[in-house]
């Protein structure tokens, strides 16, 4: 009887597809695959033109897995453009996006298809993303960071949650308690993000108007409006290495995380939020990308001066 139900969730896995998103993610990159590979009937590797050696790594550390695709880019189309890459370039009814920088522990990948395949309206879910020292990462469960929800928090606002918990909000919710089963959140986070093809073909695949950041909020938004559920699995533990592709230049993240923000906020609302309202949006957004342009040159000009 073990057997056999083993052989079920063998053959399950082997109707998803890994869609992993390169650039520059060095020696991570191919413990990413190796643990993709323990668990999925196929990975795609989308590089999005890496400088370093990490897919000649890859290649050499697996030169003869039929089940792994490496499809090169010549230049570096972003991540949501890469993902839509990858989506053409696999075949499973189940595609699990996930970041080079992600190590999915044994099992975990079975646990999100299980969630996945427990209701016919879930359309993505989510696992419970890591950090190294064991504590859980911020943006794995969240609630959609509207303008209002984003001012609380980029102003400490959010101490005043348990006075005022629906006016003082804080939209990551990894500081609540961890959950005893799978739940339905607002958001979760693209690093690792398992989804239904059938739920994408009605939604609509990437937003590639997004360079970095903002895009998974994007997609899940527009699974929320379609009626599609988003669920968190506590039960499916994945190690990220937060930050390690975009460590190299912070300018060039912040200036596309901040660009970002502006094309989700305008997107979904500038209904909302109009006229003079969503012009203190778009300052607000600008203003923070200065003080983190003076904080980036400060460091750089305090390091080539020795201080």
């Not at 190590?103 to 359309?123: A, H, R, V, Y």
Request: aromatic content about 12%; proline content about 5%.
């Amino acid at each position: 009887m073990v057997d056999n139900l083993k052989v079920f969730e063998d053959s399950m896995l082997k109707t998803v597809s890994i869609v992993v998103v390169n650039y520059n993610a060095g020696l991570l990159l191919s413990d990413c695959i190796a643990s993709a590979l323990q668990q999925a009937g196929e990975v795609a590797v989308i590089d999005n033109a890496s400088s370093d050696r990490s897919i000649d790594e890859l290649e050499k550390r697996f030169p003869k897995e039929n089940r792994l695709k490496i499809v090169r880019s010549d230049t570096n189309l972003g991540f949501a453009a890469g993902c839509n890459l990858g989506l053409n370039a696999v075949s499973k009814p189940y595609i699990l996006f996930l970041n080079p920088d992600c190590i999915l522990n044994k099992g975990s990948l079975q646990q999100m298809l299980k969630t996945l395949e427990s209701d016919s309206q879930i359309g993505m879910v989510g696992g419970f993303l890591f950090n190294p020292d064991g504590t859980e990462q911020g943006g794995g469960r969240r609630a959609i960071p509207t303008p209002w929800r984003s001012f609380v928090r980029a102003f400490g606002l959010n101490r005043f949650a348990n006075r005022w918990p629906k006016l003082f909000f804080d939209f990551h919710l990894h500081k609540q308690p961890l959950p005893d089963s799978p739940i339905e959140v607002e958001a979760i986070s693209g690093a690792c993000m398992l989804v239904k093809r059938e739920a994408l073909n009605d939604v609509g695949y990437w937003d590639e108007e997004y360079f970095l950041h903002c895009e998974d909020l994007d997609l899940c938004l527009r699974f929320r409006n379609k009626q599609w559920k988003i669920l968190f699995v506590p039960n499916a533990p994945v190690m990220h290495y937060l930050g390690v592709c975009s460590r190299s230049r912070p300018i060039f993240v912040e200036w596309h995380k901040h660009k970002g923000m502006m094309r989700f906020y305008r997107k979904f609302f500038r209904h909302q939020y109009p006229g003079v309202l969503m012009w203190l949006v778009i300052l607000g957004i600008w203003m923070r990308f200065g003080c983190m342009l003076v904080y980036y040159s400060g460091f750089y000009l305090s390091r080539r001066l020795g201080l």
